[in-house]
């Protein structure tokens, strides 16, 4: 999935919206942590050594690192060129959670990774993550936060062997203002961006938001509100032209307790779309309106078992995506599931996470596609410090050209903890 939902869609807007209702703050710890390495779990025991010699009340680090081994069977994602490759993968990586409960907080995730392909050697390379996020509570009625994500990847277009080096990277600012128990308002700026090799500069682009949220809490447990997010999108290659959209959505979100949630809001966006001195993307020059609608939750069926569950429907700017070159925008519809299973103490964890998308450019130049699939894992901590884990990944992706395929993956891995 290379497409990125944009505007008022965003998880930040809608774990913001379901946070508002949260009545007493959980605590900082209270269950394992799950990082992946190539889609294979790994678990952060809560109560490990480093915590335990820090007291484990403010701050808690996790430390892993461990080798990995995974078999793909279509590593290009292609018809008519299908080559498999076994993958072996050195990870390191860290978790650092600190809280003051009800005056700071602050979350740092960090993975790095080596890939070396046993017969494709164009997609060796460093891959790796980092995010960083933080909040102060200045007064009762005053919080504000920081957030700013790091992610490096390698990708491919639809052209086999079309390989290249991918960076995302945002940074945001934002602050609530909550100057009663019913009322808040929300007030966000992101500056995100893409960028690729330099062979691939046409793909590259830039994007500043605003987002602006009230709310009002109806009763304890639910909350309405209103969004508007205005975003200015530069595209810095000649395949994309710059895009300003502004969404607008109703929404409402429930929450019980750490039990259940729910959210679903309801929009439109508004596109328009700059000629950039020329025509050659579909309706340059021109604006465009779009319908917005987002429906999902999550609930803990016991203690040991939760399930969560996001169905939404948007349009993204094309510059998001290497597969809609000259499309001004991509309809997407996707829908996602998840399923965590971890008993006791979390030394045995389980999860499983459905999906399926259906992308529809702009532009009919370019062919709609659909993609379903679904990524299974299981890790165990035999020690408190090392941890194995397995996985299978299954995507089946069709365009509306015919062309078709399957790709399977298989991951093994074994990591210490600290």
């Known amino acids: 999935m290379k497409t990125m939902l944009k505007g008022a869609l965003c998880a930040e807007a809608v774990a913001l919206a379901l946070a508002a209702t949260a009545v007493n703050a959980a605590e900082q710890v209270k269950e394992s942590y799950h990082p992946t390495v190539n889609g294979s779990p790994v678990t952060l025991m809560k109560d490990n050594l480093i915590t335990q010699k820090l007291g484990g009340r403010l701050v808690n680090l996790d430390v892993y690192a461990g080798e990995f081994i995974r078999y793909d069977s279509n590593i290009y994602g292609s018809e008519t060129k299908k080559e498999h490759s076994t993958i072996f993968t050195t990870a390191a990586g860290a978790l650092l959670q600190a809280e003051d409960k009800d005056r700071w907080s602050a979350r740092v995730e960090a993975q790095a990774l080596e890939n070396v392909y046993n017969n494709h050697s164009e997609y060796n390379g460093m891959e790796g993550y980092l995010h960083a996020q933080g909040s102060l509570v200045i007064s009762p009625a005053l919080t504000v936060r920081a957030g700013a994500n790091y992610d ?30 019913f009322f808040a308002m929300d007030m966000d700026y992101k500056r995100a961006g893409v960028r690729r090799d330099k062979d691939y500069d046409d793909y590259e682009y830039d994007a500043d938001s605003v987002t602006l949220r009230p709310s009002y809490a109806v009763t304890d447990n639910t909350r309405l509100y209103v969004q508007a997010a205005y975003e200015m999108a530069d595209a810095r290659g000649g395949w994309f032209h710059d895009t300003d959209t502004l969404t607008g959505v109703v929404g409402a979100a429930w929450a019980y307790r750490d039990t259940a949630r729910l959210y679903g809001e309801v929009g439109a966006a508004y596109l328009d779309i700059d000629s950039n001195g020329s025509a050659s993307v579909d309706y340059a020059g021109d604006t465009k309106t779009r319908p917005v609608a ?20 948007a349009p993204s700017i094309s510059a998001t995506s290497t597969n809609a070159r000259q499309s001004s925008y991509i309809d997407t519809v996707r829908v996602a599931a998840g399923v965590l299973y971890s008993p006791g103490a979390g030394r045995f964890t389980a999860t499983a996470t459905p999906y399926y998308t259906y992308n529809k450019p702009s532009n009919s130049v370019n062919a709609k596609y659909r993609e379903f699939g679904v990524t299974l894992g299981t890790t165990y901590c035999v020690e408190d410090w090392l941890n194995v884990s397995a996985g299978y990944r299954f995507t089946n992706t069709k365009y509306e050209d015919a062309s078709s395929y399957d790709r399977h993956a298989v991951m093994l891995g074994l990591a210490l903890t600290l």
């Open 152 to 181: 490096r990847t390698n990708d491919n277009s639809r052209t086999a062997e079309d390989v290249f080096h991918t960076t995302h990277y945002s940074a945001g600012v934002g602050a609530t203002v909550a100057p009663s128990p």
């Open 294 to 313: 987002r429906v999902g939750g999550e609930l803990a069926l016991t203690a040991d078992t939760k399930v969560t569950g996001d169905v939404s429907y």
